[in-house]
């Protein structure tokens, strides 16, 4: 194999472990630190993709409305879905899981209605990029980079900030916290926020690659809860070393066989390793790691 | 659960059972000669949906396995029906075939999972992820080099040609959607009666005490794992017979074994109440009427009233319809006594 086909093959596989990357974090909060069962995540997706084409056909600028509208308006959706709905639900998981479904369907119906079953996108920036003998898209590369640079800001957050001090401490206990003077629902609605405004934000960054559908959802939510639970419970580590593995076999099962079976490799891969690692990766391995 | 006297139990689960089969007679003998022969034939798929319902009230309500993936043996119980139907041009074997496909998938998922002591949630992921499996593969296999015999799996548009039940013996003598629909309210009340009993049994009882304390169930003797595997294998089987039903009076797709389904079994069997048979049942029914009703409006996309309704319930009725119902009767009765 030559040089400059392995470093494609590795540039995609860095591209695969970047997008699983980036669609996870926002599950990795709700479902990883909250515990609620988010199946609207997909259609969590799917708003921050559509705020962003809106943003951008409004004549935005293209990063302001990827970067900056989708999760704005993803991260107020998700505000008044925890006032409405999920705070009701701490505790219940199963419940927490139909009524988002029931959320999940409820917003692709009305989008639906809004803005009809068509694909619609905007083409990505960045144009392309030679590496030695052959070109890759600049806007994969930024796509890598942009996930770096969310889990680094995350890890900053929750590591050295008292607000994610004061998120982890919650969630471990919140009776706790709550003696301490923290108001545990505040910081579940603020949390849920969050993590809502991570999920537009992966909308907001994918939809120039897949385009944008009603029902994109779909497509995401399986790999990122199945990422996201492989990881166990330190979300970031876990979300991280999750994304490396199945994005990496994920890649070469594609670059071997056709992209369907390389998804099939990616689950099964998954099951054998929950039959290993019941508790997920950091079950095992960089156990207290965020 | 408060234990009745014996007497009274026994009259109980009798009058359950003697009302099951009068309901089934009736919507047997009753249904098809009150609807056209479309309706007919929506009801036969909602019966079969019914008895995929019932497999998870079952393994879910009294084995405590929340199982995500029932829509695969669901599935495979439809494509194995399929596939043996192509090949043999003749249903008959085809049914055995049909029912031990998913009931042996089930006891080999079993016994990865309970075997291998593997917790709540990761049990909900690896059956959601074998059910995603099936599904990314069953949609691949277009094209001619996919095919099984003479049976071609047809990738995305599944298998239209799936030939409906015949009679026993006589390949040529396909039955009529009526005796399909017949055949189908048979097997849900079949399925039912054989839940009640098997629930009745010791082997059902131990099921159930493993659910309330596993560790207790363990520590006087049962080996949790067998039990959990008997009645995960006994949910397989019923998810098998209601894909044949479904298989043979629509056909077998990829669908079969989407997302939208795993999600709707378990939507079913809340809506109607968890720890009962007959409410996932309920559910089901009316959760596909509404669906049906939704779907002929037209202002308003079905799958809007559909979220909305199952987010009032979870905020509403946290138990589900029919223990909801049996509560409000139960305080009923006591205040006429007062």
């Given at each position: 194999?030559?040089?400059?086909?392995?470093?494609?093959?590795?540039?995609?596989?860095?591209?695969?472990?970047?997008?699983?990357?980036?669609?996870?974090?926002?599950?990795?909060?709700?479902?990883?630190?909250?515990?609620?069962?988010?199946?609207?995540?997909?259609?969590?997706?799917?708003?921050?993709?559509?705020?962003?084409?809106?943003?951008?056909?409004?004549?935005?600028?293209?990063?302001?409305?990827?970067?900056?509208?989708?999760?704005?308006?993803?991260?107020?959706?998700?505000?008044?879905?925890?006032?409405?709905?999920?705070?009701?639900?701490?505790?219940?998981?199963?419940?927490?899981?139909?009524?988002?479904?029931?959320?999940?369907?409820?917003?692709?119906?009305?989008?639906?209605?809004?803005?009809?079953?068509?694909?619609?996108?905007?083409?990505?920036?960045?144009?392309?990029?030679?590496?030695?003998?052959?070109?890759?898209?600049?806007?994969?590369?930024?796509?890598?980079?942009?996930?770096?640079?969310?889990?680094?800001?995350?890890?900053?957050?929750?590591?050295?900030?008292?607000?994610?001090?004061?998120?982890?401490?919650?969630?471990?206990?919140?009776?706790?916290?709550?003696?301490?003077?923290?108001?545990?629902?505040?910081?579940?609605?603020?949390?849920?926020?969050?993590?809502?405004?991570?999920?537009g934000l992966a909308g907001g960054l994918i939809a120039p690659l897949s385009g944008v559908v009603p029902t994109m959802g779909a497509a995401y939510i399986a790999k990122a809860f199945i990422t996201v639970i492989t990881g166990g419970s330190a979300i970031l580590a876990g979300t991280l070393s999750a994304s490396v593995l199945l994005g990496a076999v994920n890649t070469v099962g594609t670059f071997l066989t056709t992209p369907v079976l390389g998804e099939v490799v990616l689950l099964i891969v998954a099951i054998v390793l929950l039959r290993l690692l019941p508790r997920g990766i950091t079950g095992r391995f960089f156990r207290g790691a965020l | 659960m408060r234990a009745a006297p014996p007497g009274i139990e026994r009259r109980q689960y009798l009058l359950e059972i003697g009302g099951a089969i009068a309901l089934a007679a009736a919507a047997a003998i009753g249904l098809p000669r009150a609807l056209e022969l479309f309706a007919v034939i929506n009801a036969t798929v909602f019966v079969?949906?019914?008895?995929?319902?019932?497999?998870?009230?079952?393994?879910?309500?009294?084995?405590?396995?929340?199982?995500?993936?029932?829509?695969?043996?669901?599935?495979?119980?439809?494509?194995?029906?399929?596939?043996?139907?192509?090949?043999?041009?003749?249903?008959?074997?085809?049914?055995?075939?049909?029912?031990?496909?998913?009931?042996?998938?089930?006891?080999?998922?079993?016994?990865?999972?309970?075997?291998?002591?593997?917790?709540?949630?990761?049990?909900?992921?690896?059956?959601?992820?074998?059910?995603?499996?099936?599904?990314?593969?069953?949609?691949?296999?277009?094209?001619?080099?996919?095919?099984?015999?003479?049976?071609?799996?047809?990738?995305?548009?599944?298998?239209?040609?799936?030939?409906?039940?015949?009679?026993?013996?006589?390949?040529?003598?396909a039955l009529p959607p009526e005796a399909i629909f017949r055949i189908a309210v048979a097997c849900l009340a079949l399925c039912y009666i054989l839940a009640k009993l098997v629930l009745r049994s010791s082997f059902g009882r131990v099921v159930i005490a493993i659910k309330e304390n596993e560790l207790r169930a363990e520590l006087l003797g049962y080996d949790a794992r067998l039990y959990k595997l008997g009645i995960f294998s006994l949910g397989g089987f019923m998810a098998g017979i209601a894909g044949l039903l479904f298989a043979s009076c629509v056909f077998v797709s990829p669908t079969m074994f989407s997302l939208s389904y795993s999600a709707q079994i378990i939507i079913w069997v809340m809506v109607g109440g968890l720890g009962t048979l007959a409410g996932p049942i309920i559910g089901c029914i009316l959760l596909q009427m509404l669906t049906t009703w939704a779907g002929t409006l037209r202002d308003i996309s079905p799958s809007v009233i559909l979220g909305v309704i199952l987010m009032l319930v979870v905020l509403a009725l946290p138990k589900g319809l029919l223990p909801t119902a049996f509560a409000i009767a139960g305080r009923l009765r006591r205040g006429d006594r007062r």
């Open positions: 194999m030559d040089v400059d086909l392995a470093l494609a093959v590795l540039l995609q596989a860095l591209t695969g472990i970047g997008t699983l990357v980036i669609i996870s974090l926002g599950l990795a909060v709700i479902f990883g630190m909250m515990r609620v069962i988010n199946l609207a995540h997909g259609e969590f997706l799917m708003l921050g993709g559509y705020s962003a084409i809106l943003a951008v056909k409004a004549g935005a600028n293209i990063w302001i409305g990827m970067l900056l509208v989708a999760p704005v308006v993803v991260g107020a959706v998700g505000f008044v879905v925890e006032r409405v709905l999920i705070r009701h639900l701490y505790g219940r998981m199963i419940d927490t899981m139909l009524a988002t479904w029931g959320l999940s369907l409820a917003l692709i119906g009305g989008v639906t209605m809004i803005f009809g079953n068509s694909v619609s996108g905007f083409s990505a920036p960045l144009g392309s990029v030679a590496i030695g003998g052959f070109r890759t898209s600049g806007y994969s590369l930024f796509l890598i980079g942009a996930a770096a640079a969310l889990v680094v800001c995350i890890w900053l957050v929750l590591r050295f900030t008292a607000l994610g001090l004061i998120a982890r401490g919650t969630m471990q206990n919140p009776d706790i916290a709550a003696t301490l003077g923290v108001s545990p629902a505040r910081v579940y609605a603020i949390t849920f926020t969050i993590g809502a405004a991570l999920s | 079969s949906l019914a008895v995929l319902a019932l497999s998870l009230a079952l393994i879910w309500g009294f084995g405590g396995i929340l199982c995500f993936g029932q829509a695969a043996f669901f599935g495979l119980g439809g494509y194995a029906y399929a596939v043996a139907a192509l090949n043999l041009s003749d249903t008959t074997y085809a049914v055995p075939i049909a029912l031990l496909v998913p009931t042996a998938a089930a006891a080999a998922l079993g016994y990865v999972m309970f075997f291998g002591r593997i917790s709540d949630v990761y049990m909900g992921v690896i059956t959601l992820t074998v059910t995603l499996i099936l599904f990314n593969f069953s949609n691949s296999t277009a094209g001619d080099e996919w095919r099984i015999g003479a049976a071609p799996l047809g990738g995305f548009n599944g298998i239209p040609s799936t030939p409906p039940l015949n009679v026993p013996g006589q390949p040529g003598a």
